[in-house]
């Protein structure tokens, strides 16, 4: 199975300034490619015989018209400004199906600076590490933060975060063995818990921006107060960047160990296909929505079952898991949120509101009946109408 593993760096200070070289040579192509198709676009406008140009022809007009002007692109790895061209390219063409907005200028010194490197084949890969140093070309030995299996890749992305430098590749890995007869789990995903399993197991959320709320806003007050351009500013929105790494750090590894433990001991996992774009336009809850990382839960899942050989099925965002009874599978009725906690009158079951919708989940197949929602009362003192009441 081929994976992307994703590491820090430990470089020198040499070695730093090569990699903002590097970084500054994919700019400078991005932004000059950038240019280039906006003036095809605006020469089309007039004549509609103007091609706009691939990443094929951006690269050619860049060795032929762009480097001999700038020495400094024969200083790094060529491989970075062509890598560049080619996710300009893509992002127009995002940009065309009307996927996203067209691709702004990359400015210098903003957080997200990466290049690309690439060296060797995929048959026969350059790019070598010896467990604790990675190779780079063009920038020899880097020290890595941890360390790794020794392996080589065709290619890889160096990208700077709160001034830490990091590396991502690719490299073929053999599934690790499972246990045998492992049980199914519904998982329902929450704000007040990260994940509540059909076996009555929680997880906690975390909150990491809401518990770092009041330090970032004063950090980001210090940032405002800084004059823009001085050293004290620069120091100023380090910090907070450090801040913001620290809280995705946190967010991502809690993820991380739910979504391993979920595919590593379950034969199969459910999970609601929850809209969470949709999700974000409730303001009321979009911040502690966003803090819950529930899409990148998703995400991590897809590609976690197929590495431990289990599978993952995606429940109907319509199946109403939350209003119907998981014991007797017959009585279905409303579920404001500010009601946390299931009361059949039916079979008269009670039980937590999200453990009530992880079981139905895990019990979910294509098909499966769902009763009409009933006007009895959520509670036993007021009816979902809220006209009259139950003695």
């Not at 467990?131 to 070309?137: E, I």
């Not at 063009?138 to 992305?157: D, F, M, Q, Y």
């Not at 965002?317 to 039916?346: A, Y």
């Amino acid at each position: 199975m081929l994976l992307s593993f994703k590491t820090e760096l430990k470089p020198n200070n040499q070695q730093v300034t090569k990699f903002r070289q590097h970084c500054g040579v994919a700019r400078h192509a991005f932004n000059w490619g950038n240019s280039v198709v906006l003036e095809a676009l605006a020469a089309r406008e007039t004549d509609n015989t103007v091609k706009i140009p691939s990443a094929i022809d951006l690269h050619k007009r860049l060795v032929a018209e762009v480097k001999p002007l700038y020495p400094w692109y024969y200083e790094s790895s060529k491989a970075s400004p062509q890598q560049a061209l080619a996710e300009l390219r893509t992002a127009w063409d995002r940009c065309f199906k009307k996927v996203s907005k067209q691709p702004r200028f990359k400015k210098k010194g903003a957080s997200g600076d990466s290049f690309y490197l690439e060296q060797g084949t995929k048959a026969k890969p350059g790019i070598n590490n010896d467990g604790k140093r990675v190779k780079l070309p063009k920038i020899g030995w880097v020290r890595l933060h941890e360390p790794l299996p020794i392996t080589a890749s065709h290619n890889c992305v160096i990208s700077r975060k709160a001034d830490r430098w990091f590396i991502a590749f690719k490299c073929e890995i053999e599934l690790p063995e499972v246990l045998p007869d492992r049980p199914a789990v519904g998982v329902d995903i929450g704000i007040k818990q990260l994940a509540v399993c059909s076996s009555g197991q929680t997880f906690a959320n975390l909150s990491a921006y809401r518990r770092m709320s009041r330090k970032l806003k004063r950090l980001q007050r210090r940032v405002s107060k800084r004059v823009k351009g001085s050293s004290n500013r620069k120091k100023a929105v380090s910090r907070l960047a450090k801040l913001h790494l620290k809280v995705s750090n946190i967010r991502k590894d809690a993820i991380h160990k739910l979504t391993a433990y979920l595919a590593k001991n379950h034969s199969e996992v459910k999970i609601e296909d929850l809209n969470v774009k949709a999700f974000l336009k409730n303001h009321k809850l979009a911040g502690a929505i966003a803090d819950c990382g529930m899409y990148e839960f998703k995400r991590q899942l897809e590609y976690k079952t197929q590495k431990f050989s289990s599978k993952l099925t995606l429940v109907d965002r319509f199946f109403p898991s939350s209003q119907i009874c998981s014991t007797c599978g017959k009585h279905r009725q409303k579920m404001p949120l500010k009601v946390r906690v299931f009361e059949c009158p039916n079979c008269g079951q009670v039980q937590d509101r999200d453990l009530n919708a992880a079981k139905n989940i895990e019990r979910w197949f294509e098909g499966i009946f769902i009763p009409e929602r009933s006007e009895l009362a959520v509670s036993s003192t007021a009816s979902a109408c809220g006209v009259g009441k139950l003695g």
